[in-house]
């Protein structure tokens, strides 16, 4: 079993520096990856299953097309749930899962490579891998920086290859709430960091996405579409104070767009709202 750390980021001070010269966003966002680091230790249990979804792993797999022997990566891996699945499938593939948080590849079990680096600039050559797999995360960068996330999956995967990605999305109109209720959400527990004039988070259109796409190369389909279901008030992230900040401002909303997000109170308390998801093939 590999516990070794490889490509880790050894100077992330330095790295920040230089890429804010370009005005992108920085490889290391330091409230995120605390955050991060701080629920590693929950990310696979029944508070985030809603969030994570892992009833989709065998679709991604299956969408991908990978074949034993293959070389795979799951960008912005968290725990690593598909990496584990794919080793468990395909013995004879080489499984690599990359994430900027230590904490989440300590949880990352099997004979797995783990790389500690940003999506925004990996340590891997050109063409590198048969398979790329990306699930409930690419919305972590704002959107400045998604696209250039896409440009660099672009870059290390095949000509060949296959990009699966499971993420999140908004229309035009849930677009600005559902944004602000994250990045409250994120202001209220600590993990919010000023990039500017945006979301620290974002969470695109379907349509915003499309572009993305065609922008880095790709040609897309459009595979499946599903719910995620949110519940931030269980996870204990926030304080007490930001937990009512998070309340006055799901509470406000119009009665239209609280039926839009599908928001309900559970039997403890918690209120719940429904994030609708997609699941893409691209190459």
């Not at 690593?80 to 794919?86: D, N, T, V, Y």
């Not at 595979?223 to 926030?238: A, N, P, S, W």
């Not at 509470?251 to 893409?280: C, H, Q, W």
């Amino acid at each position: 079993m590999k516990n070794e750390f490889e490509n880790p980021i050894n100077n992330p001070e330095k790295q920040e520096k230089e890429i804010s010269e370009t005005d992108l966003y920085p490889i290391v966002n330091s409230p995120l990856q605390q955050r991060y680091d701080r629920v590693a230790s929950q990310w696979n249990s029944e508070i985030y299953k809603g969030t994570r979804r892992d009833d989709l792993i065998p679709l991604l797999v299956e969408t991908s097309g990978m074949k034993d022997g293959m070389i795979a990566l799951e960008a912005m891996c968290g725990t690593g749930l598909l990496s584990a699945e794919l080793e468990k499938k395909f013995p004879n593939s080489k499984i690599y899962a990359l994430d900027f948080s230590r904490g989440m590849l300590n949880a990352v079990e099997g004979d797995i490579h783990k790389i500690q680096s940003s999506i925004l600039a990996t340590p891997f050559s050109e063409h590198s891998f048969d398979r790329i797999f990306l699930r409930s995360a690419l919305y972590d960068l704002p959107r400045r920086a998604q696209t250039k996330a896409l440009q660099e999956i672009k870059r290390v995967l095949k000509a060949s290859g296959i990009f699966t990605l499971q993420t999140y999305f908004t229309t035009p109109e849930t677009r600005e709430v559902l944004n602000n209720i994250v990045n409250i959400k994120d202001l209220a527990s600590g993990q919010y960091q000023d990039m500017g004039k945006e979301f620290p988070r974002y969470f695109a259109t379907d349509k915003e996405l499309g572009k993305w796409f065609a922008e880095a190369s790709f040609q897309f389909e459009r595979v499946q579409d599903f719910e995620g279901v949110i519940r931030y008030l269980r996870t204990k992230e926030m304080t007490e104070l930001g937990q009512s900040m998070w309340v006055e401002y799901i509470e406000k909303l119009s009665s239209d767009m609280k039926e839009a997000i599908k928001l309900r109170t559970e039997e403890n308390g918690s209120l719940v709202y429904n994030f609708p998801g997609v699941i893409y093939k691209l190459s």
